[in-house]
T-cell receptor, first 113, second 115 residues
Framework: DTEVTQTPKHLVMGMTNKKSLKCEQH?????MYWYKQKAKKPPELMFV???????INESVPSRFSPECPNSSLLNLHLHALQPEDSALYLC????????????FGPGTRLLVL | AQSVTQLGSHVSVSEGALVLLRCNYS??????LFWYVQYPNQGLQLLLK??????LVKGINGFEAEFKKSETSFHLTKPSAHMSDAAEYFC?????????????FGAGTRLFVKA
């Protein structure tokens, strides 16, 4: 199984809502990532978890709150988002090694109204 | 800081023609190098990667890339384009000093394939 799944596929939320994005993998990977991708742009790294501990936070606003409850799951909690946060949010996973492949999920397309 | 430059935001080829997508990186020490493809409304998929060893790397779907240290390049080629190759292509590097986590992506090149 080389699949990373993400739910939901699409999400529309108001600026006062609280929602969560979910990501799951069963490849035994111990590194998991959140990326944000705006239209016609490359993915931008947001967070990295390594062995379920937050390893990298790329100065992401606190309205984005990641969580890694176990080695297979990664969540991104959203609260009080802004319209400019509308984007495709990609989850990825990999082994803990810089030369290995990152496996990406299909993404959640988020629209903030 | 490391950077990746993809020359040409759009490349258009005819079906059956050679595909050449250019990528240059900035580093005195070669990082690990990757090419990813993204089809519309999908995540990224690895095409190929260079870590060590043979500088000509073969990937999926008939793509290959050659690492040229002297030119700090990692250009992607395919001898004969197919309509299904139309997608966004990202060159990426994994720098030496980030423990493998900070993959740096180029801006991307959109490949169009004409019938």
């Amino acid at each position: 199984d080389t699949e990373v799944t993400q739910t939901p596929k699409h999400l529309v939320m108001g600026m006062t809502n609280k929602k969560s994005l979910k990501c799951e993998q069963h490849m035994g990977h111990r590194a998991m990532y959140w990326y944000k991708q705006k239209a016609k742009k490359p993915p931008e790294l947001m967070f990295v978890y390594s062995y379920e501990k937050l390893s990298i936070n790329e100065s992401v606003p606190s309205r984005f709150s990641p969580e890694c409850p176990n080695s297979s799951l990664l969540n991104l909690h959203l609260h009080a988002l802004q319209p400019e946060d509308s984007a495709l949010y990609l989850c990825a996973s990999s082994q803990v090694d810089r030369k290995v492949t990152q496996y990406f999920g299909p993404g959640t397309r988020l629209l903030v109204l | 800081a490391q950077s990746v430059t993809q020359l040409g935001s759009h490349v258009s080829v005819s079906e059956g023609a050679l595909v050449l997508l250019r990528c240059n990186y900035s580093s005195s020490v070669p990082p690990y190098l990757f090419w990813y493809v993204q089809y519309p409304n999908q995540g990224l998929q690895l095409l190929l990667k260079y870590t060590t060893g043979a500088t000509l790397v073969k990937g999926i779907n008939g793509f290959e890339a050659e690492f040229k240290k002297s030119e700090t390049s990692f250009h992607l080629t395919k001898p004969s384009a197919h309509m299904s190759d139309a997608a966004e292509y990202f060159c990426a590097v994994s720098p030496l000093n980030t423990g493998g986590f900070k993959t740096i992506f180029g801006a991307g090149t959109r490949l169009f394939v004409k019938a």
